[in-house]
């Protein structure tokens, strides 16, 4: 490495081992993420909740989802917030 201290080139070189360590945990606990919180399509969130589909689609926006790919997808962990905000229990 041109113009570089031979300290500086191993401090660069300290850098970017850190940076390709933390890049590795980045992308571990990335797929720790989708595996514990997955996404559910219409038909999946339909048998979860034991609904239909004309009930899923009319609610989709009041539980949470997104547009992937021309379809809409919803969050497990979203679907199970909806849930629990819309649960009621007697006093």
């Not at 606990?29 to 514990?36: G, I, L, R």
């Not at 689609?57 to 009041?62: C, E, L, P, Q, T």
Request: glycine letters at 6%; hydrophobic letters at 35%; aromatic letters at 6%.
């Amino acid at each position: 490495m041109k113009g570089l201290a031979i300290i500086e080139a191993e401090e660069l070189d300290g850098l970017k081992k850190s940076i390709e360590n933390l890049e590795q945990l980045v992308i571990k606990m990335a797929d720790k993420v989708k595996q514990s919180d997955p996404l559910m399509d219409s038909i999946e969130v339909q048998q979860y909740l034991k609904k239909g589909s004309t009930w899923v689609d009319n609610n989709k926006h009041k539980i949470g989802c997104s547009k992937v790919g021309g379809e809409w997808r919803f969050r497990k962990s979203v679907v199970d917030a909806y849930v629990q905000s819309t649960f009621h229990k007697d006093r």
